[in-house]
């Protein structure tokens, strides 16, 4: 059974929510603020396989819990709502580390699925990840034949690079980061389509599961953050290129190297 915390401070949303989700076949629970939050992920060290966030919160908002949680190297997958859908509220939010969003109000039915795409995806990086020592899971596509896909062991290297799908981590030349749900999804999908267009409705479509009011924006803003982890100068990137009015294009060989 996966166990959601709820972090709002509005009674009757977090109570129906508990309620709803319980329903479901979730366990879930409240906290009413920011700091309970915290202390119960970060200080208690309480195990939770997903949090639904209000960005409002009284004291400590939903912004600095996300990013104490990232900063603390928590990354339990993040379901962020905000107030209103405001682009630089939900940029705000996936810039301090949430995985997806949902402007408030919400449709309940889009919540669970929400929340069942993030719990999908990290139960199936976690498998992938345990079983990296006795089996070879294949991470591709059905039917993927492509020579860029990503390697038996969930890894793909490229200029000094390597990205595990597996854990999430991302090594470069002078760092270790670690990557969110979302950014390593965006970055799968990329790596698979190497070398090929990938245009923001396709982005849309397979990586965030076709959130049709899903600003595209979300989008662009991933990538000025994936381009920091991987460019040398992210603001003359060689590897993951702009088409403009288009979309992105990942190239792990730069021309003229
Ligand atoms: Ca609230």
Same mark, same amino acid.
């Given at each position: 059974m996966s166990r959601v915390l709820v972090v709002e401070d509005e009674a009757h949303i977090a109570q129906g929510l508990r309620f709803n989700l319980e329903a479901e076949g979730y366990s879930a629970e409240i906290a009413g603020d920011g700091e309970s939050a915290t202390d119960r992920l !970060? /200080? #208690? #060290?309480e195990d939770f396989d997903a949090v639904v966030l209000d960005?409002? !919160? %009284?004291? #400590?908002d939903g912004f600095s819990v996300v990013s104490e949680l990232r900063a603390a190297r928590n990354y339990v997958p993040v379901l962020m709502l905000t107030a209103r859908s405001r682009p630089e509220d939900v940029l705000k939010g996936f810039a301090a580390g949430a995985d997806d969003y949902l402007p408030k109000p919400f449709d309940l039915s889009i919540l669970l699925a929400r929340l069942q795409g993030l719990l999908r995806r990290s139960q199936w990086m976690r498998a992938a990840h345990s079983s990296r020592v006795s089996s070879t899971p +294949? =991470?591709?596509? %059905?039917g993927a034949s492509d020579p /860029? @896909?990503?390697s038996d062991f969930g890894t793909f290297s490229f200029a000094g690079r390597t990205i595990d799908f597996g854990t999430l981590e991302l090594r470069t030349p002078d760092n270790l980061i670690h990557l969110t749900l979302m950014e390593s999804e965006l970055l799968r999908h990329l790596v698979r389509n190497e070398g090929r267009i990938v245009s923001r409705k396709q982005i849309l479509e397979e990586v965030w599961g =076709? /959130?049709? +009011? @899903? +600003? @595209?924006r979300a989008i662009d803003n991933f990538v000025v953050r994936l381009r920091r982890y991987i460019e040398d100068d992210p603001a003359q990137p060689?590897?993951? !290129?702009t088409v403009r009015g288009v979309g992105y294009r990942f190239v792990a060989k730069p021309e003229n190297e």
């Open positions: !970060l /200080h #208690k #060290k960005i409002m !919160l %009284p004291g #400590k +294949d =991470l591709r596509e %059905p /860029h @896909t990503v =076709l /959130h049709e +009011d @899903t +600003d @595209t060689r590897y993951l !290129l």
